[in-house]
Nanobody, 126 residues
Framework: VQLQASGGGLVQAGGSLRLSCAASGRTFSNYVMGWFRQAPGKEREFVASIRRSGLSTYYTYYADAVKGRFTISGDNEKNTVYLQMNNLKPDDTAVYYC?????????????????WGQGTQVTVSS
């Protein structure tokens, strides 16, 4: 599985960005996909995950820090997962990584993810 993350950039506090993660080699609908982030000097932390169930049902799971501001979604035809980030805060500044897990349910554990993208930088200025 190869994952290509994009969409990062510099934005002012209160602004929005949409990250994309294009997957190749596997169909994302059969796996759990997740977004993580890592700020300088900090450990990588969970942001959100998604898993498709059936034709049109998706299960999602969010970290408390982003709940209500971020939305994870997927496009099966494009084999792409998105992270819409609204009302961004300076504390959201980090490198954001997408990842793929073979687990059967949405998970926040870094160790559950087998494949990782290269990361995209998000910087939120105050």
């Amino acid at each position: 599985v190869q994952l290509q993350a994009s969409g990062g950039g510099l934005v002012q506090a209160g602004g929005s960005l949409r990250l994309s993660c294009a997957a190749s080699g596997r169909t994302f609908s059969n796996y759990v996909m997740g977004w993580f982030r890592q700020a300088p000097g900090k450990e990588r932390e969970f942001v959100a995950s998604i898993r498709r169930s059936g034709l049109s049902t998706y299960y999602t799971y969010y970290a408390d820090a982003v709940k209500g501001r971020f939305t994870i979604s997927g496009d099966n035809e494009k084999n792409t997962v998105y992270l819409q980030m609204n009302n961004l805060k300076p504390d959201d500044t980090a490198v954001y990584y997408c990842a793929c897990s073979g687990k059967s349910w949405v998970t926040r554990q870094t160790s559950d993810y087998n494949y990782w993208g290269q990361g995209t930088q998000v910087t939120v200025s105050s």
